[in-house]
């Protein structure tokens, strides 16, 4: 879960990229942060830059990590 505490520095969209789930270690689209959709963990990754690999935390084994765009930077 992201935490925010000005409302007003943060603005609802819509966009595509938000719906997307990206592999450990594809090439990050949108500078941001991402969460995992398996355990709920957010990473903060940079556009270009790799998302975190399959083992950046205690993460169950069996389950795949696929990170999903929850708040993006520009």
């Known amino acids: 879960m ?3 505490r000005f409302p007003q520095y ?11 789930l990206y592999e450990p270690g594809h090439a990050t689209p949108f500078s ?5 959709e398996t ?6 990754s940079t556009e ?3 998302l975190p690999p399959q083992n ?3 993460h169950p084994s069996w389950e795949a990590i696929r990170w999903r765009l ?3 930077a520009h």
Do not use: E, K, T
């Open 2 to 4: 992201a935490y925010y």
């Open 10 to 20: 943060l603005d609802q969209s819509d966009h595509a990229a938000f719906g997307a």
């Open 32 to 36: 941001g942060i991402y969460r995992c």
């Open 39 to 44: 355990c709920g963990h957010n990473a903060v």
């Open 48 to 50: 270009g830059h790799p």
């Open 56 to 58: 950046h935390h205690q």
């Open 70 to 72: 929850i708040v993006a």
